[in-house]
């Protein structure tokens, strides 16, 4: 037999809020025959988003090759997806059933670095691009590559993305928390930075890096030109590596908000000693492909044998699977001008683009709207981290608890509040604690993904809940 005591600890240890204990309930009740929202994670085509029709059409038939031998057949394919397929296949005659290169096909990692060159004007080294099934595993490798022991540490935003502290634990480095500026649109802020790493550096910790994801998760915040030079800046100072996490890069919704990558930000400011690691995914966007584990990331100013360490890092697990690997080629070659699904391309990317924009609009005014909610108005991403009150507990006193029995106790609040909703309400969101939250301060994140009929009503329902909710309480 194998017991839990068995495992590695560290396994045990690792915690990853967004398919927690919550959405394990909100499965047992939808087995019950509960309608329930999943509003828990940026999975968009689960919640009835339809995928790209360019990008089915050339997955299909560079899985299915023998579709291009029968003219019949492709009647049903836009003709350039039915060129693209074929010319993929002539990149790759092996087809998809075979492993690739382990950083890589060849001419993906080209096209990827293409579009980065594009988009940022800037010169981009098709080598220093490694294709993974999807950012996560990017962001793993980078994590593992860079602790060297236990006690080096990694700056990761609070609230954050729970890859990051998961894996941390996994891999046994310190977590160095560096609270967002919820006051400040949550943008990074210099002094709190500065304070983080100095503390950790105090206790013997050896910071690496800092990970920064923008657009943010769960914030929705969109950082600013000059907020990302600062971060650079930051970095530099302290010799550290930078993590930028843009999976969201084409998620942005305020008119006032535009991505700035931080690769052209440094090429902007001619920094070029400190690496640069950046990841992005076909998960999101509006391609929102999750389930094809489609990404990659792109190393800087790093030297050549380091890189090298990195690819074999790759070539332990052989490949990225190579589905993902021609997808995420469509990501970033959509149809153009004058292509036969140019027009079809555009029609669906706006519609998916816009309908995110009103949603995150609904929930934004809705949400702030209530008594006791407050949260940002999502600016770009999927999700709104949104602060709720609640009254004070009789008989307890937070000012008598440490800080851990006070982190500890939050969490139980903002968990029992999830759950109630949950079992009230059929809306699954993810408790603020599973983030990180400023002490003191209670959240929810939820996303803007459910259909946009049904936003409203999830507005309206979570209104009714809190109002209820914060009534019992005040009874107790
Ligand atoms: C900030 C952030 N980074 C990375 C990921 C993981 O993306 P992927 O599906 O490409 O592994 C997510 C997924 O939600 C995310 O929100």
Request: net charge negative; proline share 5%.
């Amino acid at each position: 037999m194998i017991h839990l005591e068995n495992l590695n600890k560290k396994l045990l240890n690792a915690q990853y809020a967004v398919r927690g204990k919550i959405v394990i309930r909100a499965q047992e009740l939808e087995a019950q025959g509960k309608k329930i929202i999943y509003c828990n994670i940026g999975n968009p085509q689960a919640l009835k988003q339809k995928p790209l029709t360019y990008v089915r059409e050339v997955l299909s038939l560079v899985e299915f090759p023998k579709l291009l031998d029968n003219p019949e057949f492709q009647k049903g394919f836009h003709p350039d997806s039915v060129r693209r397929a074929k010319y993929i296949l002539s990149q790759v005659p092996e087809g998809v059933g075979a492993y690739s290169q382990s950083a890589g096909i060849p001419f993906v990692r080209e096209a990827v670095a293409d579009f980065i060159s594009k988009r940022d004007s800037i010169p981009v080294d098709k080598n220093r691009i490694i294709l993974t099934d999807g950012a996560s595993k990017g962001v793993q490798s980078v994590l593992f590559a860079l602790l060297k022991n236990d006690n080096d540490g990694v700056l990761i935003p609070i609230p954050q993305y729970p890859l990051y502290s998961a894996t941390l634990t996994l891999y046994g480095g310190k977590q160095i928390d560096y609270f967002l500026d919820e006051n400040n649109h949550w943008l990074l802020n210099e002094k709190i930075l500065t304070e983080s790493i100095n503390k950790a550096i105090e206790q013997n910790i050896n910071p690496v890096a800092i990970v920064v994801i923008n657009p943010g998760n769960p914030t929705g915040a969109v950082l600013s030109y000059e907020n990302i030079k600062m971060i650079v800046n930051f970095a530099r100072k302290y010799n550290i590596s930078i993590l930028a996490d843009e999976v969201y890069q084409e998620n942005i919704y305020d008119e006032n908000s535009k991505f700035y990558s931080f690769a052209k930000v440094m090429y902007d400011m001619k920094v070029e000693d400190v690496p640069l690691f950046s990841f992005h995914s076909m998960s999101k966007g509006y391609y929102g492909e999750c389930g094809h584990r489609a990404g990659y990331f792109e190393l800087r100013y790093i030297p050549e044998d380091v890189l090298e360490q990195f690819i074999k890092l790759q070539s332990i697990s052989l490949c990225s699977n190579v589905v993902g690997q021609i997808a995420t080629y469509l990501m970033v070659s959509p149809p153009k001008p004058g292509d036969e699904s140019y027009e079809l391309f555009i029609k669906e990317r706006d519609s998916i683009l816009n309908d995110l924009k009103e949603k995150a609009r609904i929930l934004g005014e809705g949400l702030n709207s209530i008594p006791g909610m407050k949260c940002e108005f999502p600016q770009g991403a999927m999700y709104a981290f949104v602060k709720f009150d609640l009254p004070e507990e009789k008989g307890v006193d937070i000012e008598k608890m440490s800080a851990e029995e006070r982190k500890n106790y939050e969490a139980k609040r903002d968990s029992a509040y999830c759950l109630a909703l949950l079992e009230e309400t059929g809306i699954c969101v993810v408790p603020g604690s599973g983030f990180g939250q400023l002490p003191g301060t209670l959240h929810f994140r939820t996303t803007f993904l459910p259909p946009k009929e049904d936003m409203e009503e999830l507005v309206s329902k979570i209104r009714k809940f809190h109002l209820n909710y914060v009534e019992r309480l005040k009874k107790e």
